[in-house]
T-cell receptor, first 112, second 111 residues
Framework: GNSVTQMEGPVTLSEEAFLTINCTYTATGYPSLFWYVQYPGEGLQLLLKATKADDKGSNKGFEATYRKETTSFHLEKGSVQVSDSAVYFCALSEGGYQKVTFGTGTKLQVIP | DAGVIQSPRHEVTEMGQEVTLRCKPISGHDYLFWYRQTMMRGLELLIYFNNNVPIDDSGMPEDRFSAKMPNASFSTLKIQPSEPRDSAVYFC?????????FGPGTRLTVL
């Protein structure tokens, strides 16, 4: 079956540091890949997505590239801010299969 | 659009009581999902609907849980009787193409 593996958190960074959160996936076909973000006390929000190999999703300074050869979708940001502190979920949705498979989430804490 | 709307935002109840959580999906979305989130188990899919019809309820933990979607703009998740281990945040999400949009959640505490 499908699965998503994320790096364990929490990740603690100083403001303006470079961020990478690793995500790898297992799927039988050609999934769409997502990053969702959950701020404290809120629901998950779509941050970015990519629907085919070599696509790059980007939003709010975050980027992730769909790498089919390494089955990865790592999240990056060049300079994090305190306001980026949240839990980040990697996820996939495959073809006509309607469920989304979520990773376990990675908590990011950015300190001033 | 107002997004996915859930009510109540917080619910505190005593063990054995019936709890009903409500969700209004985004207009035009034909899929609706109910999730539960806890520290121990993370995000779990409970059930999802397509065009108001339940498609997969394999994630519903036990018979105490039930969900309905009487029309395209309303769904309920009911727990009867509630137990302390049901304490969690319950999310509703609706879907357009391949993207799910989540509501703010209902934080349920069962004493």
């Amino acid at each position: 079956g499908n699965s998503v593996t994320q790096m364990e958190g929490p990740v603690t960074l100083s403001e303006e540091a470079f961020l990478t959160i690793n995500c790898t996936y297992t799927a039988t076909g050609y999934p769409s890949l997502f990053w969702y973000v959950q701020y404290p006390g809120e629901g998950l929000q779509l941050l970015l997505k990519a629907t085919k190999a070599d696509d790059k999703g980007s939003n709010k300074g975050f980027e992730a590239t769909y790498r089919k050869e390494t089955t990865s979708f790592h999240l990056e940001k060049g300079s994090v801010q305190v306001s980026d502190s949240a839990v980040y979920f990697c996820a996939l949705s495959e073809g006509g299969y309607q469920k989304v498979t979520f990773g376990t989430g990675t908590k990011l804490q950015v300190i001033p | 659009d107002a997004g996915v709307i859930q009510s109540p935002r917080h619910e505190v109840t005593e063990m054995g009581q019936e709890v009903t959580l409500r969700c209004k999906p985004i207009s035009g979305h034909d899929y609706l999902f109910w999730y539960r989130q806890t520290m121990m188990r993370g995000l779990e899919l409970l059930i999802y609907f397509n065009n108001n019809v339940p498609i997969d309820d394999s994630g519903m933990p036990e018979d105490r849980f039930s969900a309905k979607m009487p029309n395209a703009s309303f769904s309920t998740l009911k727990i009867q009787p509630s137990e302390p281990r049901d304490s969690a945040v319950y999310f509703c999400a609706s879907r357009s193409t391949d993207t799910q949009y989540f509501g703010p959640g209902t934080r349920l505490t069962v004493l």
